[in-house]
């Protein structure tokens, strides 16, 4: 596709659901990022996938976080039993290998009630 | 310590007046780059700019540009002639190489810009 593609846009969860993000790529990009975004503050790196080695994770921040790559391309951010701390916009990103441009997502909606 | 740090967390312009977002940040490494994103209220980030480490002359693109102060560690963006279409949260980042071998991207934590008619 021509740009980062993410689903679903939206998501509400009840406390205790298990939830996953998908994240479709720019075809070709070695590099993907997932970023959290809190309601007004930055992204925070939470994991980085080179083709589907999954580099550094060292931002999940519980182990109810996991995420995937297994074929290079799509990837898939899956959390397991929210909780309200985890409502946020999960940001995924791509780059071709040492580039100097990121292409973000829309980003995915995440309130978990 | 902070990577990225953005001390502004809100700042007003005048239409039509230059405006300058500040930014400094902390790394190691010698070959690294800096980035600003624009994130409109509608959420998507929008790339603006790019500075490389060894650059040697400072970023233009358009009305931006980026002020790289590479021995205070400063990379502050200045728009110039500022539009009502400007208003929006600025994040910089930082691309650095880590440990783990591969290229780290993170942001600060942004700055509200809000442009007055």
């Known amino acids: 596709g021509a740009g980062v593609s993410q689903s679903p846009r939206y998501k509400v969860a009840k406390r205790g659901q298990d939830v996953a993000l998908r994240c479709d790529p720019i075809?070709?990009?070695?590099?993907l990022f997932w970023y959290q975004q809190a309601l007004g503050q930055g992204p925070e790196f939470l994991t980085y996938?080179?083709?589907?080695?999954?580099?550094?994770k060292s931002g999940l921040p519980s182990d109810r976080f996991f995420a995937e790559r297994p074929e290079g391309s799509v990837s898939t951010l899956k959390i397991q039993r929210t909780q309200q701390e985890d409502s946020a916009v999960y940001l995924c990103?791509?780059?071709?290998?040492?580039?100097?441009?990121?292409?973000f997502g829309a980003g995915s909606r995440l309130t978990v009630l | 310590a902070q990577k990225i740090t953005q001390t502004q967390p809100g700042m007003f312009v005048q239409e039509k007046e230059a405006v300058t977002l500040d930014c400094t940040y902390d790394?190691?490494?010698?070959?690294?780059?800096l980035f600003w994103y624009k994130q409109p209220s509608s959420g998507e980030m929008i790339f603006l700019i790019y500075?490389?480490?060894?650059?040697?002359q400072n970023a233009t693109e358009g009305r931006y540009s980026l002020n790289f102060q590479k021995a205070r560690k400063s990379a502050n963006l200045v728009i110039s002639a500022s539009q009502l279409g400007d208003s929006a949260m600025y994040f910089c980042?930082?691309?650095?190489?880590?440990?783990?071998?591969?290229?780290?991207?993170?942001f600060g934590t942004g700055t509200k810009l809000q442009v007055i008619p």
């Open positions: 075809s070709g990009h070695v590099s």
């Open positions: 980042a930082m691309r650095e190489r880590i440990s783990g071998g591969y290229q780290k991207v993170t």
């Open positions: 996938f080179q083709n589907e080695a999954q580099l550094d």
């Open positions: 990103a791509s780059s071709w290998m040492g580039a100097n441009v990121l292409t």
């Open positions: 790394t190691s490494d010698p070959s690294y780059g």
């Open positions: 500075q490389g480490s060894y650059d040697q």
